[in-house]
């Protein structure tokens, strides 16, 4: 467990089982070896230890009438995942609290991780060289950001870095699965047949309590970070994309109050980022086949943008009506996440103007 405690304009955060504060140097902590592929010196022990903030695994689900959501929120973020038929909300107001769940939905296993200190969600395959795992929180920080261990072998991972940096598995990559953060009245909105994971965790939170004061507003960065950027808000969330280790960030003022589309090419890829302003982004790659490059505008219904040809297109890149219907966007490497997070993970990140 981890508790926000705010005084004197900075946050403390303790362990449960521990008054010390966190943020010291953990050097070699970590089960994974003494091999990193990050600076060891700025890998730091975030205070309640490995497992001290525990991650959960195939939580029950409820449908989004259920009473039991009435904790959230129409402004409360959410992750959410789809596979084949299934959409699947994961609240912050749990991640906050765990860091990742453990799931598997449809056919797919998947983690979905999230760093609250970064606000940050990605979600990986939990098949490791075709075996099936479990990611739990290590404890550790490298740029403030999460590093998850995989049970599996018991490496280390960079969640933003996105690749395993110590231990047995290091160098390896995750597959990436996509996840689109929302705010809770738009997903209410636009995916009304979805589930979502139920607060019945079997650990004793206060899940509609943000742990970390005003963590979110504030321009406090806890630990360390190697680059710092001072282009916008540190906390201003932003969609980052990652191509080829080079990252470009959208902005939701480029939005308005309906949804909206920017073309934009980087790095070889040509994207189109649909988006509505303080509600969702969502970035795909709009050549659908070598040499077939779509044009999209928003459609008449929302959550939704259609292409010249007629296809609609949901927010996960689905075609669900017209004459691609059951196709699918080639994926972006792509997740929200606070402005001071990218530039410490990728040097030079350009911002889309």
């Not at 928003?298 to 691609?324: C, H, K, M």
Request: with cysteine; hydrophobic share 35%.
């Amino acid at each position: 467990m981890i508790i926000g405690l705010l005084g004197l304009g900075s946050i403390v955060l303790t362990g449960c089982e521990s008054d010390t504060p966190i943020g010291r140097n953990s050097g070699t902590a970590g089960g994974g070896g003494s091999a990193w592929l990050i600076p060891v010196e700025e890998v730091f022990d975030g205070g309640p230890g490995k497992d001290g903030i525990p991650a959960l695994l195939d939580l029950p689900r409820n449908d989004l009438a259920h009473s039991e959501n009435d904790y959230l929120s129409d402004d409360d973020l959410v992750l959410g995942f789809k596979s084949g038929d299934v959409v699947i909300a994961y609240p912050h107001d749990i991640l906050d609290w765990h860091e990742i769940i453990n799931d598997r939905v449809g056919s797919e296993s998947v983690a979905v991780t999230y760093c609250p200190l970064t606000g940050t969600g990605v979600g990986w395959n939990r098949l490791i060289n075709n075996v099936e795992t479990t990611f739990g929180v290590s404890g550790l920080l490298y740029n403030s950001n999460l590093i998850p261990y995989d049970r599996l072998t018991e490496s280390n991972w960079s969640q933003i870095g996105l690749k395993c940096v110590n231990g047995e598995l290091i160098g390896s990559t995750p597959e990436i699965l996509n996840l689109i953060e929302m705010t809770w009245g738009s997903w209410k909105e636009i995916f009304p047949s979805s589930e979502i994971v139920s607060t019945n965790t079997g650990h004793n939170r206060t899940y509609g309590r943000y742990p970390y004061g005003s963590y979110k507003i504030n321009s406090d960065v806890i630990f360390p970070i190697s680059t710092r950027d001072d282009r916008m808000h540190e906390k201003e969330r932003v969609l980052g994309i990652v191509i080829d280790g080079k990252s470009r960030v959208y902005r939701f003022e480029s939005f308005g109050p309906i949804t909206g589309v920017i073309h934009d090419e980087f790095r070889g890829q040509k994207l189109v980022i649909a988006g509505k302003a303080d509600q969702f982004m969502v970035a795909y790659n709009r050549e659908i086949e070598p040499g077939v490059i779509l044009t999209f505008g928003p459609s008449s219904i929302n959550g939704l943008i259609i292409d010249q040809e007629g296809t609609e297109w949901d927010l996960f890149g689905y075609a669900v009506s017209g004459p691609r219907k059951g196709s699918h966007l080639p994926a972006v490497t792509s997740f929200m996440g606070y402005w001071f997070s990218f530039p410490a993970f990728y040097l030079n990140t350009e911002i889309y103007e």
